[in-house]
């Protein structure tokens, strides 16, 4: 899978300007209002994506009361955030321990959680990554640059339109001290699919 995606740069540059025409096109034959075209985007780039997510993992690191929330209603306790709706109504999470590693697929179509993870990424969609993380996950995840030990068991987890799910990785190492914030700026979007893990501090001490 080329830079994680099994897509050159070129190739979604090239993605990306049939999205503009088919926009454009959209807007000129009068079917979409530029305004609310424009509200739906904002919206996803400020208000819905990985950062929720990162915030609910971070809560969950921080603070036991709402892990145990987390995870045995997701739904619920993600509510608590405010986050919740469409490609959301349905939530589980998986927390990664050293024993086990949770890995999120979508083998019919690209199921995703929308209100914590944005938009589902392309390499997400492709059907190379929806078969082979079923039939050989360890191998996809080594293409992600994540190899597990050999006695960490690998769960597949397939999300459907009834349930979609958030992967809780394990809380970096030398994180003692950190807050909330500092906290979910360690979750990747990778690391809530399960292809990743969450990023480490640069050193054993707070950021300013």
Known sequence: M???????HSELSDVALRVRALETLLVDKGYVDPAALDAIVESYETRI???N???VVARAWTDPKF????LANAT???AEFGFGGRQGEHMAALENTRRRHNLVVCTLCSCYPWPVLGLPPVWYKSPAYRSRAVLDPRAVLAEFGLNLAADTEIRV???TAELRYIVVPMRPEYTDGFDEEQLAALVTR???I?????LSPTNGSPKS
């Open 194 to 198: 399960g292809v990743g893990l969450a």
């Open 190 to 192: 990778d690391s809530m």
């Open 49 to 51: 994506g990985p950062r």
């Open 2 to 8: 080329d830079d994680k995606s099994g897509h050159s």
């Open 76 to 78: 619920s306790a993600i």
């Open 157 to 159: 987890w397939d999300s």
């Open 67 to 70: 892990r145990e929330r987390l």
């Open 53 to 55: 997510g990162a915030r």
